[in-house]
């Protein structure tokens, strides 16, 4: 199957949950009808919760009605299987429309039958037997009779003849189950808190959390519930009560304060950027003054880093706990440059470098012509007061690492033809360094 028909299956249990109609995105554009059975007040049934028209590269081409069938908490009935029924519009009594068996693997939907060209499809769930009499919904004016829909490149995979829909029912009992449900659980950090228990928009209950900081909801009806710590963002959503699950346990925590600070110095920082890292994200940047001090304030608990940005020094393993404090002092190590002992370095790439060899020979003329120091080793030509690069092998990193060195840097780049010309101006100009 070439769609996530999971994907369909959750958004038509949650709205389900919510108490809304069945989502059927087939029904304006397409016409496909939910037909609801006729069940009294509590009494169990299979209701359509989503019918969806395939879009085309779900589709690729099929003409099939493919089917699930769910329990009361959105699971696939397997042991038994589930067999769904179907007919179409003019249908005689020798054509043949057996029932479909649901006995697919999850990765897929658990049945389909396949739509002939001119049907009008109805479906519905029979039961545990093929030929079961469970009261159930029907969809029906399932058909492949509509047009072309071309994907905005031109490509097509619905086309008439070819559109595929998804149907899928859940076990319900009709109306509210009322049982004695049970929410407990735990608010870490929320001693003294109330802590609120909402079904929709209503407030079922309220408690305040003693020293134990556990709380318990009882006699409670089968539904979806919310919990809240009042004066607090921590809540908890979608807490599912039903038959399968009539006693649940939720734990919560309040998140601790925001009180600790950071506070230092960076020594020899002067006018470089401090940087506060938490679990690997930035949380701030701050550009040190000529003190290098720094300071930050209002942060809550966790694991801190500090950098100097466009260096090597840090501080990790900063440990906070929401109201404490940490002293850090680093140090941005001082940089003495190398005194300039060259005057001009002629500086090419390592032996593997493509063209290295026959740079070298086109080089010989320029070489003799003005006596640079020729050599191989970026450290050497860090003690030039002028570098020219020759061809390639040098990395962008190491040509910043002798600019920053104080040299005067220069690229000579291009194929060995290119080289030599720019070489040879240069000869012929009388002019070592510099276009």
């Given at each position: 199957?070439?769609?996530?028909?999971?994907?369909?299956?959750?958004?038509?249990?949650?709205?389900?949950?919510d108490?809304?109609?069945?989502?059927?995105?087939?029904?304006?554009?397409?016409?496909?009808?939910?037909?609801?059975?006729?069940?009294?007040?509590?009494?169990?049934?299979?209701?359509?919760?989503?019918?969806?028209?395939?879009?085309?590269?779900?589709n690729?081409?099929?003409?099939h009605?493919?089917?699930?069938a769910?329990?009361?908490?959105g699971?696939?009935?397997?042991?038994?299987?589930?067999?769904?029924?179907?007919?179409?519009?003019?249908?005689?009594?020798?054509?043949?429309?057996?029932?479909?068996?649901?006995?697919?693997?999850?990765?897929?939907?658990?049945?389909?039958?396949?739509?002939?060209?001119?049907?009008?499809?109805?479906?519905?769930?029979?039961?545990?037997?093929?030929?079961?009499?469970?009261?159930?919904d029907?969809?029906?004016?399932?058909?492949?009779?509509h047009?072309?829909?071309?994907?905005?490149?031109?490509?097509?995979?619905?086309?008439?003849?070819?559109?595929?829909?998804?149907?899928?029912?859940?076990?319900?009992?009709?109306?509210?189950?009322?049982?004695?449900?049970?929410?407990?659980?735990?608010?870490?950090?929320?001693?003294?808190?109330?802590?609120?228990?909402?079904?929709?928009?209503?407030?079922?209950?309220?408690?305040?959390?003693?020293?134990?900081?556990?709380?318990?909801?009882?006699?409670?009806?089968?539904?979806?519930?919310?919990?809240?710590?009042?004066d607090?963002?921590?809540?908890?959503?979608?807490?599912?009560?039903?038959?399968?699950?009539?006693?649940?346990?939720?734990?919560?925590?309040?998140?601790?304060?925001?009180?600790?600070a950071?506070?230092?110095?960076?020594?020899?920082?002067?006018?470089?950027?401090?940087?506060?890292?938490?679990?690997?994200?930035?949380?701030?940047?701050?550009?040190?003054?000529?003190?290098?001090?720094?300071?930050?304030?209002?942060?809550a608990?966790?694991?801190?880093?500090?950098?100097?940005?466009?260096?090597?020094?840090?501080?990790?393993?900063?440990v906070?706990?929401g109201?404490?404090?940490?002293?850090?002092?680093?140090?941005?190590?001082?940089?003495?440059?190398?005194?300039?002992?060259?005057?001009?370095?002629?500086l090419?790439?390592?032996?593997?470098?493509?063209?290295?060899?026959?740079?070298?020979?086109?080089?010989?003329?320029?070489?003799?012509?003005?006596?640079?120091?020729?050599?191989?080793?970026?450290?050497?030509?860090?003690?030039?007061?002028?570098?020219?690069?020759?061809?390639?092998?040098?990395?962008?990193?190491?040509?910043?690492?002798?600019?920053?060195?104080?040299?005067?840097?220069?690229?000579?780049?291009?194929?060995?033809?290119?080289?030599?010309?720019?070489?040879?101006?240069?000869?012929?100009a009388?002019?070592?360094?510099?276009?």
């Open positions: 199957m070439a769609f996530n028909h999971q994907q369909y299956n959750t958004q038509y249990l949650l709205n389900s949950k108490g809304g109609q069945p989502i059927n995105d087939s029904a304006e554009k397409y016409g496909a009808r939910i037909v609801e059975a006729d069940v009294a007040e509590g009494e169990t049934y299979w209701r359509v919760i989503g019918v969806h028209h395939l879009l085309p590269r779900e690729f081409g099929n003409h009605v493919y089917l699930d769910l329990d009361e908490d699971n696939r009935l397997k042991r038994p299987p589930i067999w769904v029924g179907w007919t179409w519009e003019g249908r005689r009594p020798n054509e043949p429309a057996n029932p479909v068996i649901l006995d697919k693997p999850d990765y897929e939907a658990g049945g389909n039958l396949t739509m002939h060209f001119g049907q009008k499809v109805s479906v519905w769930v029979n039961g545990t037997q093929p030929d079961g009499q469970d009261k159930s029907r969809v029906e004016n399932l058909h492949t009779t047009p072309d829909e071309p994907l905005p490149d031109g490509t097509l995979l619905n086309t008439l003849g070819h559109h595929s829909f998804y149907v899928v029912f859940q076990r319900t009992r009709k109306g509210k189950i009322v049982t004695n449900g049970v929410i407990t659980g735990r608010v870490e950090r929320g001693q003294g808190r109330k802590i609120r228990l909402r079904q929709e928009d209503n407030v079922i209950a309220e408690q305040t959390l003693a020293d134990d900081l556990t709380f318990k909801f009882e006699n409670l009806s089968f539904g979806v519930y919310q919990l809240e710590i009042v607090t963002e921590v809540s908890q959503d979608n807490i599912k009560l039903d038959a399968g699950s009539k006693e649940l346990t939720v734990n919560l925590a309040v998140p601790p304060p925001d009180d600790s950071i506070f230092g110095e960076v020594r020899n920082g002067q006018g470089k950027m401090l940087l506060l890292v938490k679990e690997g994200n930035i949380i701030t940047r701050f550009p040190l003054p000529e003190s290098g001090q720094f300071r930050f304030e209002n942060l608990g966790g694991n801190y880093a500090l950098l100097v940005f466009e260096t090597n020094v840090r501080q990790d393993n900063i906070l706990d109201s404490n404090t940490r002293r850090i002092i680093l140090t941005v190590p001082v940089v003495v440059e190398a005194e300039k002992t060259i005057n001009h370095y002629l090419f790439g390592p032996p593997n470098s493509r063209g290295r060899q026959t740079n070298l020979l086109l080089a010989l003329d320029y070489i003799l012509a003005f006596s640079p120091t020729v050599g191989f080793n970026v450290a050497e030509a860090k003690l030039a007061r002028q570098v020219t690069i020759v061809g390639e092998g040098i990395s962008q990193a190491d040509q910043q690492a002798i600019e920053a060195s104080g040299s005067e840097v220069e690229t000579l780049t291009g194929d060995a033809y290119v080289i030599e010309a720019k070489l040879n101006a240069r000869v012929q009388g002019r070592a360094f510099g276009e």
